[in-house]
């Protein structure tokens, strides 16, 4: 069973156009996040959500929009698109293991070009 | 804004080497985490510490946190083909959910 699952897996598409990228986990946890990857590999976090209540925003342009309808799954829809944004975005969901200690699980991650 | 430098940023070696990767920062963090990732695919975690000067084994691989719990270095003994991949090492900000990702090293083992 997939722990963390990602629609698409690729999604092309034009500048301009509106897209969103679904999230779902099944490992029960209380927080997901979204993250994006550059060219040069480099994980940056973009979002997250703690009990579908936004608690990390960072520096995104508010073209990016997240949503969770509940606390299994975390959507990221995108409107505007452009070409800056082609990346890979990965979904990723963590729980408290113990005290102080987080362990994180990432989705396999959506290719997004923009063209 | 946090940092985490990784070094090296690639690293091409033999079947059979050892080698250590190195995850430094300026900053404190609560926890660090190590993670590799094969292409197409997500992060995977493969260990987290906590307390400085902390060691943890996982087969061949050793993970240290600095004394300080700025720095880390992840060391592979006898490295196989399958050891490649991005690894990736992430603070955690204290007090919350934030993790900073490294810049990443690529390791190649050639068989």
């Known amino acids: 069973d997939t722990a963390v699952s990602q629609t698409p897996k690729y999604l092309v598409t034009q500048m301009g156009n509106d897209k969103s990228i679904k999230c779902e986990q099944n490992?029960?946890?209380?927080?997901m996040y979204w993250y994006k990857q550059d060219s040069k590999k480099f994980l940056k976090i973009m979002f997250s959500?703690?009990?579908?209540?936004?608690?990390i925003n960072e520096t995104v342009p508010n073209r990016f929009s997240p949503k969770s309808p509940d606390k299994a799954h975390l959507n990221l829809h995108i409107n505007s698109l452009e070409l800056g944004d082609s990346a890979v975005y990965f979904c990723?969901?963590?729980?408290?293991?113990?005290?102080?200690?987080?362990?994180?699980?990432f989705g396999p991650g959506t290719r997004l070009t923009v063209t | 804004t946090q940092l985490l430098e990784q070094s090296p940023q690639f690293l091409s070696i033999q079947e059979g080497e050892n080698l250590t990767v190195y995850c430094n920062s300026s900053?404190?963090?609560?926890?660090l985490q190590w993670y590799r990732q094969e292409p197409g695919e997500g992060p995977v975690l493969l260990v987290t510490?906590?307390?400085?000067?902390e060691v943890k084994k996982l087969k061949r691989l050793t993970f240290q946190f600095g004394d300080a719990r700025k720095d880390s270095s992840l060391h592979i003994t006898a490295a196989q083909p399958g050891d490649t991949g991005l690894y990736l090492c992430?603070?955690?900000?204290?007090?919350?959910?934030?993790?900073?990702f490294g810049t990443g090293t690529r390791l190649k083992v050639l068989a």
């Open positions: 490992l029960g946890h209380d927080t």
């Open positions: 959500y703690n009990n579908k209540e936004l608690i």
């Open positions: 992430a603070g955690k900000q204290h007090g919350t959910y934030k993790y900073i």
């Open positions: 510490v906590v307390t400085g000067g």
């Open positions: 900053s404190v963090f609560s926890s």
């Open positions: 990723a969901s963590s729980q408290v293991v113990t005290s102080g200690i987080f362990e994180q699980y």
